[in-house]
């Protein structure tokens, strides 16, 4: 999955429930981004292999609810 797919896949669900999705600080190889209170650790690759796409997404199941990808 693409990088920016993924950001933006993120943003849309925060935006149409109204959270705010920060970006908390930029590393050399990954940027730590905040929703609510939880914070979430993303690679700087363009591609990002589809596990550990799906490994972020599932993070974020508690601020949007199951399976909500």
């Known amino acids: 999955?693409?990088?920016?797919?993924?950001?933006?896949?993120i943003d849309d669900a925060a935006r149409a429930r109204g959270r705010i999705w920060h970006l908390v600080r930029q590393g050399a190889e990954h940027e730590v981004w905040a929703l609510g209170g939880r914070q979430i650790t993303i690679p700087r690759h363009r591609e990002i292999k589809e596990l550990t796409a799906r490994a972020i997404l599932r993070q974020l199941e508690e601020e949007f609810g199951r399976r909500w990808w």
Do not use: H, I, S, V
């Not at 999955?1 to 896949?9: A, E, T, V, W």
């Open 1 to 9: 999955m693409k990088r920016r797919d993924l950001l933006q896949k």
